[in-house]
C-alpha cells in the first residue's frame, strides 16, 4: 500500500558540484527535495521505490547498491542507491542519470527510514503500463513510499533545450497542479505524444504514482515549482 510520495525534478545541476558556480540558483529547490524526503522518512515506510526516467522504455529494476556516476558531466563523484557517496561498487547496469540524482537525494538526506530499490522508466513507456507498474509497486511491502524524480517540459523559454514552445507552460501547469493536489486522474490522462514532444521526462515516473495510489486518500501539497533554465521543475508530496 502507498502511504507516501515525493516528487522531486532529478537535472544533475542539482548536485552543487556538477552546477558549480551556478549552485545557488538552484538551492530552494534542493531545500524543497529535502523537506518532501523528510515526509517520506515520517511515514514509516517498509520499503521505499525511487521510480525515475531512464533511456529505454523499461521498466529495468536498480536493486539496492547499484552505482552511478556524475563523471559523464566532468566531476568525479559516485553514489550507491541506498548507499551513499564515494567509491561506487562496479556491479550491474549503472544508474540513469535521472536515478543517480535521486541516489544524491537520498544520501544528502542521510536516508535510513526504509530499504531502497530503484525503478527506471522511459518516455515510450504507455500511460496504461504505468498504471500497471505502479499498483504493482504499491503491493510489494505493506507500507510502500515512492520517491518519484522527473522534470517537466525543457522548452519554456527561447534559450531552454528544447527552445519555445507555448504549449509548455500549460502543460506543466496541469501537471504541477496534479502533483500538488494527489490528482490520479489528471497525472493519468497526461498526453504521452506531447510530453514527449515537449521533452517532459516526468510524464512516465508521474503515471506510474498516479497508478501507485489508486484510490488511497492521499493528501497533496507542492513545495517548489519553477523553470529557471527553461526547464520546468517541481517538487511535491503526497502522504
Known amino acids: 500500500m502507498l502511504v507516501a510520495a515525493a516528487v522531486c525534478p532529478c537535472p544533475p545541476l542539482l548536485v552543487p558540484e556538477v552546477a558549480a558556480g551556478a549552485a545557488p540558483e538552484l538551492e530552494a529547490a534542493r531545500v524543497a527535495c529535502g523537506d518532501a524526503l523528510s515526509v517520506l522518512a515520517a511515514a514509516r515506510p517498509d520499503r521505499l521505490v525511487v521510480v525515475g526516467p531512464a533511456p529505454d522504455a523499461g521498466p529495468e529494476s536498480y536493486p539496492t547498491g547499484t552505482p552511478g ?41 542521510g536516508w535510513a527510514a526504509a530499504p531502497v530499490e530503484g525503478v527506471g522508466v522511459g518516455e515510450d513507456l504507455p500511460p496504461e503500463r504505468c498504471a500497471a507498474l505502479g ?17 517537466a517540459s525543457a522548452c519554456r523559454t527561447l534559450k531552454a533545450p528544447g527552445y519555445l ?21 489528471v497525472l493519468a490522462a497526461l498526453d504521452a505524444g506531447l510530453a514527449r514532444e515537449l521533452k517532459v521526462s516526468g510524464r512516465a515516473p508521474w503515471q506510474v504514482l498516479a497508478g501507485a495510489a489508486g484510490d488511497a486518500a492521499l493528501t497533496g501539497a507542492l513545495l517548489y515549482e519553477d523553470a529557471p533554465y527553461g526547464v520546468g521543475y517541481v517538487a511535491a508530496t503526497w502522504s
Request: aromatic content about 6%.
Open 69 to 109: 556516476s556524475f563523471r559523464g558531466f566532468g566531476v568525479e563523484l559516485d553514489v550507491r542507491l541506498g548507499g551513499g557517496t564515494g567509491q561506487a561498487p562496479e556491479t550491474g547496469r549503472p544508474l540513469p542519470p535521472g536515478l543517480a540524482v535521486g541516489a544524491w537525494l537520498l544520501a544528502r538526506a
Open 135 to 151: 499498483r504493482d509497486l504499491s503491493e510489494r511491502a505493506a507500507r510502500v513510499a515512492l520517491l518519484v524524480l522527473g522534470d
Open 165 to 185: 514552445d507555448e504549449r509548455a507552460a500549460p502543460f506543466d501547469a496541469e501537471a504541477g497542479r496534479a502533483l500538488g493536489t494527489a490528482d490520479t486522474a
